[in-house]
């Protein structure tokens, strides 16, 4: 494959979906990475944070982004308050119980925005829906670089915290033995529900984030959900950088595969890459052997 103009625009489009998968898969790398809980109710989360935002803007003419400066502190709010118990009870569960629980939750997330807003297709459209922005020889959608810049930004801003914080380095100490932790000195059932508020909130800001994007409907969720899963598992369980490197892969796999070969094909792809990379690294691209070992390092 020689490189030419065609082949710059789709490499750019790959880094730009990438970034999309980044933004909905970092919050459920943080969430397993210090709980060990794979929540299935991730994508809900995505889902109703976009009807949250598409309400806003229909009913009070608010802009996605700036409704979201509400949105992302009051889903953290509910998550520290009316769901801390829920957290708690959950990460003390047998995983086969943390599956179902999660699962059942998926499940009346979707009915409630069903009983809400009905089954149909929403999207919105805002000034700058259509705008592009010149860099060079290429236009990009503003509202994709926006994600973009956004999830490098949180990605980055999220490491340095973990690594460099107070709080950051208990989170750490949490994950990796949670009995010592309490012996130092943690509250780690503090730690537990702030991780899980701050990873269910960075999910409510892909929402927002995508909303200009994407159309929302009950069942939506399920899709980002989906991607979520592939990019964490591919890039490493609980491993952030790992999350940016299997969202940046199957954003350019899905790109030049719908291309190259057909679009119909290029969720075939992704999950051939997948499978293959797991069968080569079962831990996944940047994970690590073994339940004590993260990639939050």
Known sequence: MSFSPANLDLLISGLLLGAVYIAVA????????????????????????????????????????VAGLAIVPLVFLLC???????????????????????????????????????????????PYSNAMVGLGPVHLPLTRLVVFVLAFALVLGLHLFLKRSFF?????????????????????????????ALGVSIASLAGVLLMPIYTVYPGGGFQFALIAFVVVVLGGLGSLP???????????VEVFSGYFIAPSMKQVVYFVVFIVVLVIRPAGLLGQRGSEELGLK
Do not use: C
């Open 242 to 252: 790992g999350a940016v490197l299997g969202g940046v892969l199957i954003g350019l």
């Open 26 to 65: 970092v919050g459920l790398s943080l969430i397993f990475g210090v709980m060990r809980v794979m929540n299935f109710a991730h994508g809900e989360v995505v889902m109703l944070a976009m009807y949250a935002a598409y309400w806003a803007h229909e009913a009070g003419g608010v802009d996605p982004y």
């Open 168 to 196: 950051g380095k208990a989170v750490r100490a949490t994950a990796q033995n949670r009995r010592t932790a309490a012996l130092m000195g943690i509250d780690v059932d503090r730690v537990y529900v702030l991780v899980f």
């Open 80 to 126: 520290v308050t009316v769901l801390r118990r829920f957290v708690l009870w959950l990460v003390q569960s047998p995983p086969l119980v943390q599956v179902f629980a999660t699962l059942g939750l998926s499940i009346a997330l979707q009915n409630l925005a069903l009983v809400l807003w009905g089954g149909n297709y929403r999207s919105i459209q805002t």
